[in-house]
């Protein structure tokens, strides 16, 4: 039906190579479309048809847009709640910006929290820790990008929420504003039980089942067990505000200040303060005990005193709100001021010498090479004495937390907190890393080796 085409040289300006721009064809040069798409297929050699290629976008300039809108939804928050907050009245706002602070502190700590964490797991991938190893972790575990997008995503929500939640109580509507934190702790909850195979179903399974089995110490316990329940004692802040939040929320008290008048019912008066606080001490010290049960080593008891001295900091602050005055000043309070020297300086001797092992360090301010056990930092000596010194005052300073009576002052509470979290991020690098010198020294490196390429070789991604 059609004559064999003229061929048309490669280097002619209405052709372009793979990979470049859109293909250009100049119908007044070839008449029919069909034309030029049986001429390309000449070209190749073959009658494939014409794969066009369309503009996409680079990385870089995604990159960029996402932080364009990030930095525009943060702005528009910040924006949206200093008018909300301007529009009270002035004897009011500082009692609600407490309120509203109560609710979204809790989740904003744990964003943070999953933040630190991701930038763990990244240094671990950098260095030669091998943290899936360690935690006994299958070829389905979390990576750090996708700790971030979790947590990228928690940044978002959480601000968000807030932001609506005082707008819509400084514009009266108070029913739906009291409907923004119930939402968000119902939506988070859900997420976190969903038993179906999306949203990381099998790292959700891992956590859940690991806090059970910290609430229930009753097998033998593994390195994620204690070392989420070391994490889970620095975030008492969360668990407190947490259940303060969900009492508000169970009576009705949400959006309102009224609860004022009535402080022992879901306030600082209340007695489930100090047992919020303890708990995860206490299971902490089960484990030690349960380790000791299996293991007979006088340093699991050891280390449960250590965990026993922070009940009477605790118990000791809380009986502030239950004595008289002078007794509190005469008695008690030198009680507890003993009592949190004594944790802070046994929680800090633990750190240094059988967490991170004193025997690593003593190499390290020793000789000027790096040695063996600093895989991660080289050896480097102002980082070693950076994290013995911020770690002892950081631990003075947690005790603060530690003190019921102490925790009206809520800006205050949360930077102490925050640093709190600082110190426990710091510390997970030296704990892993402390981990994975006695599996490697106990361990041939043939073997680990092996069971690396076992555990590591599959690429299955996760369910999103």
Not at 435 to 463: A, Q, V
Request: net charge positive.
């Amino acid at each position: 039906m059609f004559e064999n085409p003229a061929t048309i040289s490669s280097t002619s300006p209405h052709l372009r190579k793979s990979g470049s721009k859109s293909v250009f064809i100049d119908p007044g040069v070839h008449g029919h479309l069909g034309g030029g798409v049986s001429e390309m297929g000449d070209l190749k050699g073959s009658s494939s048809p014409l794969h066009i290629t369309t503009m996409v976008p680079s990385p870089i300039f995604l990159w960029r847009f996402k932080v364009f809108l990030f930095l525009f939804w943060a702005l528009c928050c910040c924006k949206i709640g200093w008018d909300s907050v301007m529009r009270m009245s002035i004897d009011l706002r500082d009692l609600f910006l407490y309120e509203a602070f109560l609710y979204y502190n809790p989740l904003l700590l744990v964003t943070m929290m999953v933040w630190l964490w991701g930038v763990n797991l990244w240094v671990f991938s950098q260095g030669s820790v091998n943290y899936a190893k360690v935690f006994d972790l299958d070829h389905n575990h979390l990576t750090h990008r996708e700790m971030w997008k979790c947590s990228m995503w928690m940044t978002i929500i959480v601000p968000t929420s807030m932001t609506a939640y005082l707008y819509l109580y400084s514009h009266g509507e108070v029913s739906l504003a009291a409907s923004q934190p119930v939402l968000l702790y119902i939506a988070f909850a859900l997420v976190l039980i969903f038993p179906f195979d999306i949203f990381y179903l099998s790292s959700r399974y891992f956590l859940l089942r690991t806090l059970w089995r910290i609430a229930f110490p009753l097998q033998p316990i593994t390195f994620p067990d204690f070392f989420l329940a070391d994490i889970l004692t620095s975030m008492v802040k969360v668990f407190s505000d947490l259940e303060r939040s969900v009492c508000r929320m169970v009576h009705r008290q949400v959006a309102t200040i009224a609860w004022f008048e009535a402080d022992a019912v879901c306030g600082s008066h209340q007695i489930a303060i100090p047992l919020v606080l303890v708990f995860p001490y206490i299971c902490r010290l089960l484990q030690c005990l349960r380790q000791y049960k299996d293991t007979k080593e006088k340093s699991s008891l050891l280390n449960a005193l250590k965990y026993s001295t922070a009940v009477p900091v605790i118990f000791l602050s809380a009986l502030k709100y239950h004595v008289m005055a002078e007794s509190w000043t005469s008695f008690y309070r030198p009680l507890w001021l003993f009592s949190s020297v004594i944790n802070s300086l046994y929680s800090f001797y633990w750190d240094v010498t059988r967490d991170w092992d004193l025997s690593g360090f003593t190499k390290i301010f020793k000789f000027s090479r790096p040695s063996a056990i600093s895989n991660l930092l080289y050896g480097r000596q102002w980082v070693y004495f950076w994290v013995i010194g911020s770690n002892l005052v950081l631990r003075c300073a947690w005790t603060y937390k530690l003190s019921a009576h102490l925790r009206h002052n809520y800006i205050t509470v949360f930077t102490i907190t925050a640093m709190e979290m600082l110190r426990r991020f710091q510390w997970v690098f030296f704990r892993v890393e402390n981990e994975w010198n006695k599996i490697t020294k106990s361990h041939p490196m043939g073997e680990i080796s092996l069971e690396e390429d076992k555990l590591l070789g599959s690429t299955t991604p996760h369910d999103v």
